[in-house]
């Protein structure tokens, strides 16, 4: 009989020390068993499925339903729920092949105002918990439950299972949550057991847990990034392991030394719910170049709607907006321009950015694409003064707000866009 650990059950919130897979109190199997179980304070909680969740929660008819998040058939995925998922489709991926993989999905445009009105019911939720939030975008955010024991009166641990069981409960929402030590292990361990996970990395078990996992487990490293590491013969934590920090810094820069330190489970940064930030971007590294104005166009759009997500979370606006392109030669292309009126909505950053594009010219194909804002200021700053050149900007500003809210009282075919039927 193994020794008994310290148990969480996710469902009653039972705690104690047990040896049995079951909770003594409810019987239910979502037990969580742990050495360091109510140790650890550092915490990554990630919605599952956002978008699609926050249309299902909306509208029960398409629950058991592949739901795909995107813009019309020439456009790509911003996110497919996880029945989708199962046959295969993936965020970023051209819409026509999430079709051909999933030809009975439902295809829903995307509704930023429902998904920022949930995303601050949740962080409400959080606030109530602690200070120190770092919000990544509406779906995510890194939480500091150091001190946790002494305020509430129950362990870290227990704090984010009563978060996760009130969003389901109050909001109709899931959401997986990783716990360990520092940030980088917290993101890692939120993304093991999804949907409705809940993973623990402790301090015992980092050297062992990530010996023989892919480095492209590290937050950011993308194809590019890992095809350098693979022609340097890094492919495992136990490859950086065998090269000196030194040798490192001389291949990678200071990506080395930040390779160095990840690979022995090592993360300084601290929760900052004041991090400063300077500009916020996305961008895609394509598997192939492409000079398809379709797909480039789509994955745009996607995009845009990534830096909108993620000002929104921070309250953020941006009076910047930079395109930034790479060619298959490896050379890159980058534009920007200010606006008259900082903004932190889809619709503007996406017609700047697409119009930055046109300037650019058929340069193409491209390896990689991306956008982003820059010179932030607060959200209250943003999107107030009319546009004379464009009379339209208002209009539509107003309307990604104002449709959604017609949408969640009368249905997601309330109101359709052009853009959404092609």
Not at 281 to 296: G, I, K, Q, R, Y
Request: charged content about 30%; aromatic content about 6%.
């Amino acid at each position: 009989m193994p020794d008994p650990l310290p148990t969480l059950c996710r469902d009653c919130l039972a705690m104690g020390e047990t040896s049995t897979r079951r909770c003594p109190s409810c019987g239910s199997p979502r037990v969580l068993s742990h050495p360091e179980l109510f140790d650890l304070s550092i915490a990554h909680m990630d919605c599952d499925a956002f978008y699609a969740s926050v249309e299902k929660r909306d509208d029960p008819s398409l629950a058991d339903k592949p739901v795909i998040i995107g813009g019309g058939r020439r456009g790509v995925v911003s996110t497919a729920c996880y029945v989708a998922r199962i046959r295969g489709v993936r965020s970023a991926m051209p819409m026509f092949k999430a079709l051909h993989l999933c030809p009975d999905a439902v295809i829903i445009k995307p509704r930023m105002e429902a998904y920022v009105e949930a995303s601050k019911a949740i962080r409400a939720m959080m606030e109530e918990l602690t200070p120190a939030i770092q919000p990544l975008s509406l779906d995510e955010a890194f939480l500091d439950l150091g001190g946790t024991t002494r305020l509430h009166g129950a362990p870290p641990a227990f704090m984010l299972a009563r978060l996760v069981k009130r969003m389901k409960d109050d909001l109709g929402l899931t959401g997986s949550i990783g716990l360990s030590h520092n940030k980088f292990l917290a993101k890692v361990a939120s993304d093991l057991d999804k949907p409705r996970g809940f993973s623990v990395i402790g301090q015992a078990e980092t050297a062992r847990f990530l010996s023989d996992k892919p480095v492209s487990l590290i937050w950011g490293i993308g194809p590019a990034a890992q095809a350098s590491l693979e022609r340097a013969g890094i492919r495992t934590f136990d490859d950086l392991l065998r090269w000196d920090r030194q040798a490192l810094v001389a291949r990678f820069g200071a990506s080395g030394d930040r390779l160095w330190h990840l690979a022995r489970g090592q993360d300084k940064r601290r929760v900052s719910a004041h991090e400063p930030v300077k500009s916020i971007s996305n961008e895609t590294t394509f598997h192939e170049d492409t000079a398809d104005p379709d797909l480039l166009d789509g994955h745009l759009w996607r995009m845009a709607e990534k830096v909108s997500d993620r000002a929104k979370a921070r309250q953020l606006a941006g009076r910047v907006v930079t395109l930034k392109l790479k060619r298959a030669d490896h050379s890159s292309l980058t534009r920007r321009i200010a606006l008259r009126d900082a903004t932190q909505m889809a619709d503007t950053i996406y017609r700047t950015a697409r119009a930055l594009f046109d300037q650019v010219g058929n340069q193409g194909p491209y390896r990689l694409l991306g956008c982003g804002i820059s010179e932030l200021c607060a959200e209250t700053e943003a999107d107030k003064s009319a546009d004379l050149l464009d009379p339209g900007a208002a209009r539509r500003s107003n309307a990604e707000r104002a449709t959604d809210a017609i949408r969640r009282r009368f249905g997601a075919d309330a109101i359709l866009k052009g853009r959404a039927l092609r």
